[in-house]
């Protein structure tokens, strides 16, 4: 079963507006990664948070952590049409190879509406 | 710096035909792996490797076959191929950061 459950599942919402995404997960891990994908495409990575982190930021995106409640949360602010798509969250597990095996969620749909 | 390349974009099968899903990489990165993607199901790994020469299963392993002979490549070999097995296929690559994915291959087994 896959490690990273995301929430919610579509989230619409006007440009200029903030996107909050969640994700939570089951096992230790040893970092949490945020990745877009625009329709058809491939993914692309946004930002990766290592276990001993708890916020970290990149542009008008906001990552927090929280190792307790195996939880992660991934913040747009000021959102432009142009983000518009699905985002997933992903980790590496604690016992593995650290970054040589990720499990993603299912990802959130995001729209953002002009 | 072409990134990961994956080939071929699209591809169509008859029900126990066999081909190889080409990737290769340009970074050096030492970790490689591949995914399938399925409405609904977000990306489900099937092989990865951390290395030249080393490999190992994923979530969703059955019907497939990887090797890694080269640090620069990390083919998918699909045995026989199966209806259940239409998806699309991405290969990545990471260097102890973010993943760097391929654009993926569209796979029809008929």
């Known amino acids: 079963s896959q490690q990273g459950e995301e929430d919610p599942q579509a989230l619409s919402i006007q440009e200029g507006e903030n996107a909050t995404m969640n994700c939570s997960y089951k096992t230790s891990i040893n970092n949490l990664q945020w990745y877009r994908q625009n329709s058809g495409r491939g993914l692309v990575h946004l930002i990766l948070?290592?276990?001993?982190?708890r916020e970290k930021h990149s542009g008008r995106l906001r990552v927090t952590l929280d190792t307790s409640k195996k939880s992660s949360s991934l913040l747009i602010t000021a959102s432009r049409a142009a983000d518009t798509a699905s985002y997933f969250c992903a980790t590496a597990y604690a016992g593995g190879t650290s970054y040589g095996k990720l499990t993603f969620g299912q990802g959130t749909i995001l729209t953002v509406h002009p | 710096n072409a990134g990961v390349t994956q080939t071929p974009k699209f591809q169509v099968l008859k029900t126990g035909q066999s081909m190889t899903l080409q990737c290769a990489q340009d970074?050096?990165?030492?970790?490689m792996s591949w995914y399938r993607q399925d409405p609904g199901m977000g990306l489900r790994l099937i092989h990865y490797s951390v290395g030249a020469g080393i490999t190992d299963q994923g979530e969703v392993p059955n019907g497939y076959n990887v090797s890694r002979s080269t640090t620069e490549d990390f083919p998918l070999r699909l045995l026989s191929a199966a209806p259940s097995q239409t998806s699309v296929y991405f290969c990545?690559?990471?260097?102890?950061?973010?993943?760097?994915f391929g654009s993926g291959t569209r796979l029809t087994v008929v």
């Open positions: 970074m050096n990165h030492e970790y």
């Open positions: 948070i290592r276990s001993n982190e």
């Open positions: 990545a690559s990471s260097n102890n950061a973010g993943y760097t």
